[in-house]
Nanobody
Framework: QVQLVESGGGSVQAGGSLRLSCVVS????????MGWFREAPGKEREGVAAIASDGRIRYADSVKGRFTISKDNAKNTLYLQINSLKPEDTATYYCAAGNYFSLSFGLYVYWGQGTQVTVSS
């Protein structure tokens, strides 16, 4: 059974940091490419970071230098470290599993329930 459970969201002031976590069922973790996505009100869901099982990483240009994706294989957990938060980072953040190493949300098959990040100025 595929399960992805995010946590770590919250309300922070601009300039702050958060670390999002996504616990993944072992089968999913080893078989699929993993990604983080976000969806702000009125906007399309966008990919921010993706990671392959061999360690390849891809970031959206808009988050390079501030977002770091990583994984702990022993814990089957995916992380997204977000630094220097901006009000425009406010969104619901989702982790997802898919069959392609991509930032395109349409290529991902399984999704978590999302965790809210709100950044105030």
């Amino acid at each position: 059974q595929v399960q992805l459970v995010e946590s770590g969201g919250g309300s922070v002031q601009a300039g702050g940091s958060l670390r999002l976590s996504c616990v993944v069922s072992e089968y999913t973790y080893s078989r699929y490419y993993m990604g983080w996505f976000r969806e702000a009100p009125g906007k399309e869901r966008e990919g921010v970071a993706a990671i392959a099982s061999d360690g390849r990483i891809r970031y959206a240009d808009s988050v390079k230098g501030r977002f770091t994706i990583s994984k702990d294989n022993a814990k089957n957990t995916l992380y997204l470290q977000i630094n220097s938060l901006k009000p425009e980072d406010t969104a619901t953040y989702y982790c997802a599993a898919g069959n392609y190493f991509s930032l395109s949300f349409g290529l991902y098959v399984y999704w978590g329930q999302g965790t809210q990040v709100t950044v105030s100025s």
